[in-house]
Every structure is written in C-alpha cells, then in structure tokens.
DNA sequence: GTCGGCTGACGTCAGCCTGG
DNA sequence: CCAGGCTGACGTCAGCCGAC
C-alpha cells in the first residue's frame, strides 16, 4: 500500500504533499520564468523601435505620417482585432 | 518452574504494551498535526500561485487585445 | 432546608458535566474530520486550476512566440 | 473574535475557506470564459481569412503571391519576433 | 496463520475565550 | 467576575494491514 494514492501513514501523505508541491513549484517558476524573458525582450524591443522611430520615418516620405496614436501600443500590427 | 525469562508475567506485558501504545499515540498526533498544518500551508501556497497566474492571463489577454499594457511593463520593470 | 432545586448534588453536577463533554468532543472530532477533508477538497480544486491556468499561458505564450496553435484551437473547439 | 483571520471554531474555518474557494472559483472561471472567448473569436476570424483568402487574391494582381507558408499563422504580422 | 506498528474513535482533564 | 462552550492533549481500546 505504499505506492497507493492515499496512503494511511501520515508520514507519506506529508512526502506525497511535498513531492507535489514541489512539481507545481517548478512548473510555474518555469512559466514565470519565461514570462518574464518575454517582458523583457518585449520592453527592449519597444525601446528600440521608440529609439529607431526618428530613423524609420524615410519610409513615409512623400507619404502620410504614422498614427501616433498607436505608438506605444505593443499590439498594433496584429492581424485581427479582438478587443473583448 | 515458572519461567520469567522474557515478558510471561501478563501484567507486565500489559504494561509495555500500554506504554508502547502511549507513545504511539503522541508520536501520530505529532504527525497528525504536522500533515494538517503541511495542508494549510500547501493551500496558502497554491493561493498565492493561482491568483499570481490570473494576473498573468488577464495581462497577455489584454495585450492580445491591443489594451495598451505598458504602464504594467514599465512598473514590474522598475522593480 | 437542603434545596435540590437544580443542581446542588455535587456527583450529578459532575455527571452532567462530564456528560455535555462528551457530546462536545465528539461533535467537535465530527467538525475537525470535516474540516480536514474540506482542506483537502480544496487543495485537489486548486491543484487542478494551476495545471488549468499554466496550460493556458503557456498557450498563449507560445502562440504570442509565432508558434502555431492551430491544432489545440480546433481541438478544443470540436469537443 | 468572529472576524479573525484564523478563527478558533472548525465551522468558522470551514466557512472561510468555503468563502474563499467560492471566490477564487468566480475569478478562475471568468478567465477561462474570456479566454474561451478569445479563442473562438480567433478560430472564427481564421476561418474568415481562410474562406477569404481566394477571392482577396486579386490584390496580388500583377504582383508576387502571397507566403503561404504564412497561412495558419495566427501570429505571423506581430510587430516584434520573440521566438523564445 | 500470528504479531507489532499506526491510526480511528472514545472519554477525560485542562485551558482559552466569549457572553451573561 | 465566572459559568459554559470548544478545543488541545492525553491515555486507552479496537481495528486494519503489512511483515515475519
């Protein structure tokens, strides 16, 4: 019965709890984690494009100005707009 | 001959069975205590994990829906 | 006079005493049972959430990191 | 002592944790309804594109075709690349 | 099979806390 | 203040289950 998934020591349910514990600790620091590089890379990428934007406005040339109202906005090139 | 070698007198047997049996007992309500305690503690972690995990959704469904999320970037950058 | 009206006796006293005692220990072993099992209902539910909401960022995660996710949508959505 | 954070009786306990679980139950499941949400309004949107895609042909009319490898990417006109 | 280790449930004592 | 309600901890009995 040591192997059951409700064992009747309380020692093993205690080493179970922690076993577990420990899995989901690790699954979400990983997510977390990762999160967190995405964050990051995110910012940097927004950093360099606000940097680069005095640079870029060659493409306009000739043409319109870029909305400046969606500067900033991280998400303003998606495909399809879901604003729920 | 009466042969009291080991533990044959039944009143003493009764008695270290008694006193083994009352150490048990403290020893499982030790425990006891230890494993309720692990559960209290095992749900104030998932808790905290849960509602860390909501925010997070809520953030990437915002940023997927073109809500501007910036400002929270910022601020857990700047910590 | 000896006034009996109540409870003056001081061995009924007792009894009573010990009597209501023993209902309270048992109502109260019944309601800590009942509270153990409620702790561990509730850690099985938020086990089952933080599995729910990693799966869920990871999703979004790696549907934001340009990886398809084609196959899980339309799996989801034929059940 | 009926407001306290870790009350002395094993109903008020209950009561409290019943309390909470009721909570964190709502917040849970409104995330998972507005992402199930999210997830139809994409597949409908893919679809779209996908029924679409041979009649807005004609805007590559005298130009190159479109990526197809591009097509069932959900993601593929994301401002930024973040491949982690 | 028996025997010993753990645990469930009981009754009792001691102590805390609140309502009266 | 203190009588009473709940609970923590104890020792005891009964029962389960694995090891011998």
Partial sequence: MAASNNPRKFSEKIA???QKQ?????????????LSLTRAHRLQLQKTQYLQLGQSRGQY???????????????????????? | TSQTSKTDDPQLKREIRLMKNREAARECRRKKKEYVKCLENRVAVLENQNKTLIEELKTLKDLYCHKSVLGKDLQKAAR
Same sequence: chains 1, 4.
């Fill in chain 1, 22 to 34: 420990a899995e989901e600790t690790a699954a979400f620091e990983e997510v977390m984690k990762d």
């Fill in chain 1, 16 to 18: 179970l709890h922690n």
């Fill in chain 1, 61 to 84: 040339y000739g043409g319109s100005l870029p909305n400046v109202n969606q500067i900033g906005n991280s998400a303003m090139d998606l495909p399809f707009q879901t604003p729920f």
